[in-house]
Nanobody, 129 residues
Framework: QVQLVESGGGLVQAGGSLRLSCAAS????????MGWFRQAPGKEREFVAA????????YYADSVKDRFTISRDNAKNMVYLQMNSLKPEDTAAYYC??????????????????????WGQGTQVTVSS
């Protein structure tokens, strides 16, 4: 069974940091673009960041650029999201996802959730002011 499992969420004060992890099992995603999305209560799910299969190319939402860093370790089948300078508006459930297609480039098209066929259950991040 293919699974993506997020961890690392929690409660943090504004200005603090958290590192989210996404562990893949059941198959390897070393050829797939991986992304992070988030959804706040009462809001639609929104794109946060994406990384291509090699880890050499990344793309970020403007709202998190220069504060968040996405990375991956294909040998461990893991994806990470380092979140610094957290703000209360970053409060949301964060989801890891993998694209249907392999060897795709990342860019503005990576923001569409329809490109992603595999999703985790999410991990909650709460930033207090």
């Amino acid at each position: 069974q293919v699974q993506l499992v997020e961890s690392g969420g929690g409660l943090v004060q504004a200005g603090g940091s958290l590192r989210l992890s996404c562990a893949a099992s059941g198959r390897t995603f070393s050829s797939n673009t991986m992304g992070w999305f988030r959804q706040a209560p009462g809001k639609e799910r929104e794109f946060v960041a994406a990384i291509d299969w090699s880890g050499g190319s990344t793309y970020y939402a403007d709202s998190v650029k220069d504060r968040f860093t996405i990375s991956r370790d294909n040998a461990k089948n893991m994806v990470y999201l380092q979140m610094n300078s957290l703000k209360p508006e970053d409060t949301a459930a964060y989801y890891c996802a993998a694209t249907w297609a392999r060897y795709t480039q990342v860019g503005s098209t990576s923001t569409s959730s329809t490109l992603y066929g595999y999703w985790g259950q999410g991990t909650q991040v709460t930033v207090s002011s």
